[in-house]
T-cell receptor, first 114, second 114 residues
Framework: DTAVSQTPKYLVTQMGNDKSIKCEQN?????MYWYKQDSKKFLKIMFS???????INETVPNRFSPKSPDKAHLNLHINSLELGDSAVYFC?????????????FGNGTRLTVT | AQSVTQPDIHITVSEGASLELRCNYS??????LFWYVQSPGQGLQLLLK??????LVQGIKGFEAEFKRSQSSFNLRKPSVHWSDAAEYFC????????????FGQGTRLTINP
């Protein structure tokens, strides 16, 4: 009964490859996010979708493209992977998109680019 | 700009001792404030939140936090820690720019001595 689930949990790939991370939530939330956690544990938002509409798009390279086929799913596709993309990527969801609704996080995808 | 500072990168306490983790924020209005906990290999779990009202808020796992506007602080406390409390703790403030976006502190790693 995982609330926010992401796959895969680990992803090891070479520079230049393209990879995707999938996220699904069964909480009935209408807002979903991608956060990046770097090696120093610093968390920074990348994208946010509300009812399939992109509402937050931080300064992220164009190689990162989120896609939300419906409000329960938010996937992240990364083209031409670089060493600096190595991090833990967290998917999260919340109810509502304009207030302080708490975020519910997935367990993360550890991406290692070699 | 909105920001969160957690002055202590790493804290070690003995099991059964009291705990206080510090969080200072910079925000132009009354913020929403959150504390999250991250266990190794896991996503972030909400411990407690402050939106308005009583400045002392109770959370899960016996944690509490106090909002002090005059000090721009939202410190997390627990009267007696357990070995299972060893984790990374993150303070966060939002919403940012009217959007459902949080800014996180850099985290405090808590180690428990037996």
């Amino acid at each position: 009964d995982t609330a926010v689930s992401q796959t895969p949990k680990y992803l090891v790939t070479q520079m230049g490859n393209d990879k995707s991370i999938k996220c699904e939530q069964n909480l009935g939330h209408d807002t979903m996010y991608w956060y990046k956690q770097d090696s120093k544990k610093f968390l920074k938002i990348m994208f946010s979708y509300n009812n399939k509409e992109l509402i937050i798009n931080e300064t992220v390279p164009n190689r990162f493209s989120p896609k939300s086929p419906d409000k329960a799913h938010l996937n992240l596709h990364i083209n031409s992977l670089e060493l600096g993309d190595s991090a833990v990527y967290f998917c999260a969801s919340s109810l509502g998109g304009g207030g302080g609704s708490p975020l519910h996080f997935g367990n993360g995808t550890r991406l290692t680019v070699t | 700009a909105q920001s969160v500072t957690q002055p202590d990168i790493h804290i070690t306490v003995s099991e059964g001792a009291s705990l206080e983790l510090r969080c200072n924020y910079s925000y132009g209005a009354t913020p929403y404030l959150f504390w999250y906990v991250q266990s190794p290999g896991q996503g972030l779990q909400l411990l407690l939140k402050y939106f308005s009202g009583d400045t002392l808020v109770q959370g899960i796992k016996g944690f509490e936090a106090e909002f002090k506007r005059s000090q721009s602080s939202f410190n997390l406390r627990k009267p007696s820690v357990h070995w299972s409390d060893a984790a990374e703790y993150f303070c966060a403030v939002g919403p940012i720019q009217g959007a459902q976006k949080l800014v996180f502190g850099q985290g405090t790693r808590l180690t428990i001595n037996p």
